[in-house]
Structure formats: C-alpha cells, structure tokens
C-alpha cells in the first residue's frame, strides 16, 4: 500500500489504534443485561411450557426495542455461543 508522505502513514497507525481498541473494549454492562434476558427468552421458548414459550416471546419482543438486536428465539441452541 501506498501511503505517499509520512501523514497518511501516521492516519493509517491511527485508524489501526481506534480499531484494536474497539476490539479490546470490555463488556459493557448493558451488553451482560440484554445477554442474560436473551438466554432467558431462548429458554423458556425452546424448552418451555406454552405460556412460557409466550412470555419468552415477549422478552424478545422488548429486547428488540430496547437495545435493537434482532437475534430470534430459537437460532442458538444449547452447547452454541453467542460472543459480544
């Protein structure tokens, strides 16, 4: 890759810096929170009774407004990862 003069090179380094450092973020708690109410919903939806499976739905449901990651009950079964 060309950089042409010593600025790009040093954007290029900088750029690199932001992205490792977006890699090596710790979890956030907000992250914790929605996984455990997701494996929460992902249960009681795939092993649950039929009104457990409905209040697994609307778990879901409320997930997906609040924090807007649409990962549907039932993708991930038990033994899978789900990794932040």
Do not use: H
Not at 10 to 17: G, T
Not at 40 to 61: D, F, H, P, V
């Amino acid at each position: 890759m060309d950089y042409g003069n010593t600025g790009d090179m040093r954007l290029f380094a900088v750029m690199n810096f932001y992205y490792i450092d977006y890699l090596c973020r710790p979890i956030t708690i907000a992250v914790v929170i929605f996984l455990f109410w997701w494996r929460l919903a992902n249960e009681m939806y795939i092993y649950g009774s039929k009104k457990q499976k409905k209040t697994g739905l609307w778990i879901n449901r409320k997930l997906n407004s609040k924090f807007g990651i649409d990962i549907e009950l039932g993708a991930v079964k038990r033994g899978n990862k789900i990794t932040p």
